[in-house]
C-alpha cells in the first residue's frame, strides 16, 4: 500500500524550531558564531531581520559579536529573540 507524503508533512517550518531539547542556553552573552552552530538558528535571526547575516564585516568579527550588543546597535528586540532561540 502506497503511502502519500506532503512535503509540509516533512518540513517543520524555521521560524517554529525549538531549541528546548538542547543543553545550550542563549543569553545576550552568547557570541553569533555559538549561536549559528544550532539548527534552525539562522531562520531565527533572519526572522529578526539581523543584518549580520549578510554583512562581510560580520564574518570575520562572527566569533567576538555578542546577540546582545547586536540587539542593542539595531534596536531589535532582544528579549523576543532569546524567547524563540531558548523555544520558550
Avoid: H, R, W
Amino acid at each position: 500500500m502506497a503511502v502519500a507524503v506532503v512535503e509540509e508533512d516533512l518540513v517543520e517550518p524555521v521560524a517554529e524550531i525549538k531549541f528546548n531539547f538542547m543543553k545550550t542556553k542563549i543569553t545576550k552573552d552568547t557570541t553569533l558564531e555559538k549561536i549559528l552552530e544550532l539548527p534552525g538558528a539562522e531562520g531565527i535571526l533572519a526572522k529578526y531581520n539581523l543584518p549580520c547575516l549578510s554583512c562581510p564585516m560580520a564574518a570575520q568579527e562572527i566569533s567576538t559579536l555578542k546577540i546582545g550588543k547586536i540587539c542593542a546597535a539595531y534596536d531589535l528586540d532582544l528579549k523576543g529573540l532569546l524567547k524563540d532561540l531558548n523555544g520558550k
